[in-house]
């Protein structure tokens, strides 16, 4: 099976910085997404690592250790916008498909 | 851009009520995927397919059925609705790369 934890909460303060965790056990991997999702609003794609190392996107970036099964969404400049959950999903093959597998996800609250 | 749309926004629906939602895509994308979404329980799979005819179940396929019929439109069925099918409901769909998701059904089975 897949289990994915992340961070069910965190709170930082405008301007700041913060580093979303994730962590992942899967039977085979094909790439680790993340999603921002406001309230009452679909998901939206922010990145996607396949391979080791650091994807710098503005202010988001990812990073992913496939060997160690972690992921972490580092935001910096925090605006009040970014209040909203943040979903870290694996893709791994099922089937004649590749399937992708979302954590609960992690509510984050900007606050002035 | 890639756009999934699904019919409807909010439903509300009685007990035993058969229930179709329909997710519709425009970018001829083979993949197409039917999650739940539930407080404190994230996003679960319920059906994929992956081409025309195609279906296979996911994490939670009881209760609900899937028709692809057509490689831009995938319906979830719900057989007979129960209290406990109330959640959101989001289609998404992909090629080989990243997820984009519809606006979401809201559904509530009274």
């Known amino acids: 099976g897949q289990n994915i934890d992340q961070p069910t909460e965190m709170t930082a303060t405008e301007g700041a910085i913060v580093q979303i965790n994730c962590t992942y056990q899967t039977s085979g991997f094909n790439g680790l997404f993340w999603y921002q999702q406001h309230a009452g609003e679909a998901p939206t794609f922010l990145s996607y690592n396949v391979l080791d190392g650091l994807e710098e996107k503005g202010r988001f970036s990812s990073f992913l250790s496939r060997s160690k099964g972690y992921s972490y969404l580092l935001l910096k400049e925090l605006q009040m916008k970014d209040s909203a959950s943040y979903l870290c999903?694996?893709?791994?093959?099922?089937?004649?498909?590749?399937?992708?597998?979302f954590g609960r996800g992690t509510s984050l609250i900007v606050h002035p | 851009d890639v756009k999934v749309t699904q019919s409807s926004r909010y439903l509300v629906k009685r007990t035993g009520e058969k229930v179709f939602l329909e997710c519709v895509q425009d970018?001829?994308?083979?993949?197409m995927f039917w999650y739940r979404q539930d407080p404190g329980l994230g996003l679960r799979l319920i059906y994929f397919s992956y081409d025309v005819k195609m279906k296979e179940k996911g994490d939670i396929p009881e209760g609900y059925s899937v028709s692809r019929e057509k490689k831009e439109r995938f319906s979830l069925i719900l057989e007979s609705a129960s209290t406990n099918q109330t959640s959101m409901y989001l289609c998404?769909?992909?090629?080989?790369?990243?997820?984009?998701f519809g606006s979401g059904t809201r559904l509530t089975v009274v």
């Open positions: 970018m001829d994308h083979e993949n």
């Open positions: 998404a769909s992909s090629l080989t790369g990243g997820y984009t």
């Open positions: 999903a694996v893709r791994a093959p099922s089937g004649g498909s590749y399937i992708p597998t």
